[in-house]
């Protein structure tokens, strides 16, 4: 179970970082030269994008605000395309399946493993979780007389310093750690996100938003938010 962990705690850390890493490594994707010119409308890249690659697969519209030379951006979760502001052309394509941290996401998921991976993770992740608890238990004292020697990392040898690391550091870490193993379960199993909304009075909605399925939605024209 420590090996599965290390792999997800690594490839999740590294995918938290995603976008600055790509910011730096993909920079012709993010951004084009820098022109004194005006911007094409929003409508005739949507227009292109939609032509090509299909009406259904354009999910979402983005582009960094901060830099007015910005790419932007249309797609899906199969694929990005970035566009030239200025004229409209593509730019360059990525396809998300080849791309590294599909795979980095994919590992942190499945273990490249698919279904068998997916429930590898999640039944570490309750083994993971069970000894995180055990170890409150086992760390709180019976004597609190003897408290300050809880949160006490003592040198007097290598063994000792190690036991007492473990002990006061795994204290505070522990609590960090179950909000993260419970966020995971809560994304890798139905019955966890079901328990999670019955103990909150909440429930699911669509990953656009709440309103997202209102009857009273309104249309908008694309371009006079651009």
């Given at each position: 179970a420590g090996i599965i962990i290390l792999i997800v705690t690594i490839t999740g850390c590294i995918y938290s970082f995603e976008e600055e890493i790509t910011n730096y490594t993909q920079q012709d994707f993010n951004v084009v030269k820098l022109e004194n010119v005006a911007h094409v409308p929003l409508n005739k890249i949507v227009e292109s994008y939609k032509k090509k690659y299909g009406e259904d697969k354009l999910l979402f519209i983005?582009?960094?605000?901060?830099?007015p030379n910005a790419t932007i951006i249309l797609g899906n979760k199969k694929q990005q395309v970035a566009y030239n502001p200025y004229n409209g052309?593509?730019?360059?394509?990525?396809?998300?399946s080849s791309s590294f941290f599909a795979i980095v996401l994919d590992i942190h998921r499945t273990l490249l493993l698919g279904?068998?991976?997916k429930e590898i993770i999640g039944i570490t992740a309750f083994i993971?979780?069970?000894?995180?608890?055990?170890?409150?238990?086992?760390?709180?004292?019976?004597?609190?007389?003897k408290i300050k020697s809880f949160f006490t990392v003592s040198r007097k040898s290598s063994k000792r310093l190690n036991f007492d690391l473990h002990r006061v550091g795994g204290f505070y870490a522990s609590f960090i750690l179950i909000f993260i193993v419970c966020t995971g379960l809560f994304f890798a199993y139905d019955f966890v996100k079901n328990a999670t909304f019955a103990v909150t009075a909440s429930k699911a909605y669509s990953k656009w938003g709440p309103d997202s399925e209102s009857k009273d939605k309104q249309k908008i024209n694309i371009g006079e938010i651009y």
């Open positions: 983005k582009q960094k605000e901060i830099a052309n593509e730019v360059t394509i990525l396809k998300s279904e068998i991976g993971f979780l069970f000894m995180i608890l055990s170890g409150l238990i086992l760390w709180f004292p019976t004597n609190f007389k």
